[in-house]
């Protein structure tokens, strides 16, 4: 079954807390993104990578951190310094160049909040 | 802000009624797409259009775009019950390499 997975569905934070949103995916893509979003807003992009052991800052990178080791994973770290981190985060890939590269697949999300 | 603007921001529509949304931006684009979000799910792309295209069917889905007014359509012909969700355009924009720029969305409902 290709698709993109993300873990957990429920994830809980407490105070001073760096936490991991897992992103997986097995659709042999280049690119991956990293977005959240809040209530009744659209996505704003955290960070982005389009090849392995490479990303980029979005434009809301701050307070958050990610890593790009295996062309399958994607995971991303809300630390501590994300002061308002409660929102639904999703995952998206995409083929790099081509038809078709710039549709975005994304994942189910992860719903994070803070205890 | 790149960000593209839809309208209205909710549509309530009887099942077998057709749904217009409506989106703007503001800088020059590559392509436009629209995509669909039920509660609590991720995303699911519904249709591409290119800068240099006038409109696009797929199915019930039919697409438009005015480069002149900065401006596309979606309309879904027909609509189901199963149409209710929230619905999103976003852009890219010309040298953005590939980076989508989201609306808020559209929440739209389907009575049966």
């Known amino acids: 079954d290709g698709g993109i997975t993300q873990s957990p569905k429920y994830l809980f934070r407490k105070e001073g807390q760096n936490v991991t949103l897992s992103c997986e995916q097995n659709?042999?893509?280049?690119?991956m993104y990293w977005y959240r979003q809040d209530p009744g807003q659209g996505l704003r992009l955290i960070y982005y990578?389009?090849?392995?052991?490479?990303?980029q800052k979005g434009d809301i990178a701050e307070g958050y951190s990610v890593s790009r080791e295996k062309k399958e994973s994607f995971p991303l770290t809300v630390t501590s310094a994300q002061k308002n981190p409660t929102a639904f985060y999703l995952c998206?890939?995409?083929?790099?160049?081509?038809?078709?590269?710039?549709?975005?697949?994304f994942g189910p999300g992860t719903r994070l909040l803070v205890l | 802000s790149q960000q593209g603007e839809e309208d209205p921001q909710a549509l309530s529509i009887q099942e077998g009624e057709n749904a217009t949304m409506n989106c703007s931006y503001k800088?020059?684009?590559?392509?436009l797409q629209w995509y669909r979000q039920n509660s609590g799910r991720g995303l699911v792309h519904l249709i591409l259009?290119?800068?240099?295209?006038r409109e696009k069917h797929s199915g019930r889905l039919r697409v438009t775009l005015d480069t002149s007014k900065k401006s596309s359509s979606l309309l879904i012909t027909a609509s189901r019950a199963a149409d209710t969700a929230s619905y999103f355009c976003?852009?890219?924009?010309?040298?953005?390499?590939?980076?989508?720029?989201f609306g808020k969305g559209i929440t739209l409902s389907v009575r049966p």
């Open positions: 998206a890939s995409s083929i790099m160049g081509g038809a078709g590269a710039e549709t975005q697949y």
């Open positions: 659709l042999n893509h280049d690119a």
């Open positions: 990578s389009q090849i392995v052991n490479d990303f």
């Open positions: 800088t020059s684009i590559n392509n």
């Open positions: 259009i290119r800068s240099n295209e």
């Open positions: 976003a852009t890219v924009h010309t040298g953005a390499n590939s980076k989508l720029t």
